[in-house]
């Protein structure tokens, strides 16, 4: 009895990797970054399949290219920090979204092994996976925004739910004009390969919409399950409580 006691007393329970419970926008509390396990999880397999994509894209060029507005966002994001620090669930958003863009980029998209089975498979005229990443900007960065909106810049609860399809809509259209500038300022072949309109005249207009009906789409599901999250605690929709009366 006496050894068991020392071995406990020796030996103390070990702590978890990361808890299993992560952060979301209406969390009080953020944790710092230097800590944050889950964080640096997530850095160390996006460095991983970047260094992957360094070696094994299937055009260096384009995959140059691709990887420009990923650097430089990431780098605002982690350099951001002391202005505000996102919440676990916005960065798996962000990692999620950036993972889905690499995927794309070690194919120069236009030949994106995904689409390439979609098209075959269900006999499309075009390779749509560039489709599913301007949908995906939209469904996975739409969140982040509104956190940005709702904690920085204290929205509006009704505002804080049109304002990330409207933003979404805005890079959409940013994000066109510089694959315009690309094709303008690059030869032909990388102009193509990076724009990959592959032959459709309204292929800028359909990204764009699709990037906010992504955001759209983020936002209805968030919305749904707040409310029910509210409902299971009480909350009108105002946010006032049945029982007590109180502010949430």
């Not at 780098?75 to 620090?85: C, D, E, G, M, T």
């Not at 030949?111 to 390779?127: C, D, F, K, S, V």
């Not at 996976?129 to 810049?153: C, N, Q, S, T």
Request: net charge positive; aromatic share 16%; with cysteine.
């Amino acid at each position: 009895m006496q050894m068991q006691q020392s071995l406990n007393l020796s030996s103390p329970q070990s702590k978890p990797f990361f808890s299993a419970q992560i952060t979301s926008a209406s969390s009080s509390e953020r944790t710092a970054l230097r800590i944050n396990k889950f964080f640096w999880m997530l850095t160390g397999l996006f460095f991983v399949y970047w260094i992957y994509g360094f070696f094994y894209c299937l055009n260096l060029q384009d995959w140059i290219i691709e990887n420009v507005l990923v650097v430089v966002c990431l780098s605002i994001v982690v350099l951001a920090q002391k202005w505000l620090r996102l919440s676990d669930l916005s960065y798996l958003c962000i990692f999620s979204f950036v993972i889905l863009h690499l995927y794309g980029a070690l194919y120069a998209y236009t030949h994106n092994a995904l689409g390439e089975w979609m098209r075959n498979t269900y006999h499309l005229w075009r390779n749509p996976y560039d489709r599913i990443v301007h949908f995906g900007f939209g469904l996975f960065m739409a969140y982040p925004f509104r956190e940005l909106l709702i904690k920085k810049f204290r929205v509006s609860s009704r505002a804080s739910w049109l304002l990330p399809i409207e933003i979404a809509f805005s890079f959409g259209t940013i994000f066109e004009l510089i694959e315009w500038g690309v094709s303008v300022i690059t030869t032909k072949e990388t102009g193509e390969t990076y724009v990959a309109t592959q032959v459709d005249p309204w292929d800028a207009h359909k990204d764009i919409a699709l990037a906010a009906a992504g955001a759209a789409v983020c936002m209805l599901i968030t919305y749904v399950y707040n409310r029910r999250r509210q409902k299971r605690k009480g909350f009108d929709r105002s946010g006032r409580n049945f029982i007590t009366g109180k502010q949430s």
